[in-house]
T-cell receptor, first 112, second 109 residues
């Protein structure tokens, strides 16, 4: 196990609702990245936070937003949920921005 | 556009076989190539490769990177049923991992 934790494990929402997913990084890691993994696909980069600032963003709309706290834990918020948002959301932490990323167990989001 | 392509998409072998998984990449500002194993949910880290031609080994697993031809291979010798998983390859640029779709390996007794 990596020491990266995520909550909740599973979540079911309906279209139009909002969701917040949480991630606690591995001890000593100051960088958190979020990925979306649709069924049968590799993870897709959403964004990265380094020392509480957004450090890079993938091709996701603004309704995907995030936050990193002083203890380096992080949240991913998704507004106006769509059916295609159903996926496994993975959080990864690293010692610094370019270092090896270690993944948490993920949150499985289902949008009905 | 950055892309990582893995082959084969799927592989079925018997215990004891040796397998080679392929990964080619086109990643701007490339820094390193990473391999992960994904069984249920969390991808678990296997290797990070930054230099060409230097093989990294961990038990029955080994990997090598060719930065001139832009590819990497992951070898697994004497496969076991516990090796059954999806193997993900990712190129790392300045801030993100760009993943391939993975190779699904099934090892039967």
């Amino acid at each position: 196990e990596t020491g990266v934790t995520q909550s909740p494990t599973h979540l079911i929402k309906t279209r139009g609702q909002q969701v917040t997913l949480r991630c606690s990084s591995q001890s000593g890691h100051n960088t958190v990245s979020w990925y979306q993994q649709a069924l049968g696909q590799g993870p897709q980069f959403i964004f990265q936070y380094y020392r509480e600032e957004e450090n890079g963003r993938g091709n996701f709309p603004p309704r995907f937003s995030g936050l990193q706290f002083p203890n380096y834990s992080s949240e991913l918020n998704v507004n106006a949920l769509e059916l295609d948002d159903s996926a496994l959301y993975l959080c990864a932490s690293s010692l610094s921005a370019p270092d090896t990323q270690y993944f948490g167990p993920g949150t499985r989001l289902t949008v009905l | 556009e950055d892309k990582v392509v893995q082959s084969p998409l799927s592989l079925v072998v018997h215990e004891g076989d040796t397998v080679t998984l392929n990964c080619s990449y086109e990643v701007t500002n490339f820094r390193s190539l990473l391999w992960y194993k994904q069984e249920k949910k969390a991808p678990t880290f296997l290797f990070m490769l930054t230099s060409s031609g230097i093989e990294k080994k961990s038990g029955r697993l080994s990997s090598i990177l060719d930065k001139k031809e832009l590819f990497s291979i992951l070898n697994i010798t004497a496969t076991q049923t516990g090796d059954s998983a999806i193997y993900l390859c990712a190129g790392y640029n300045t801030d993100k991992l760009i993943f391939g779709t993975g190779t699904r390996l099934q090892v039967f007794p």
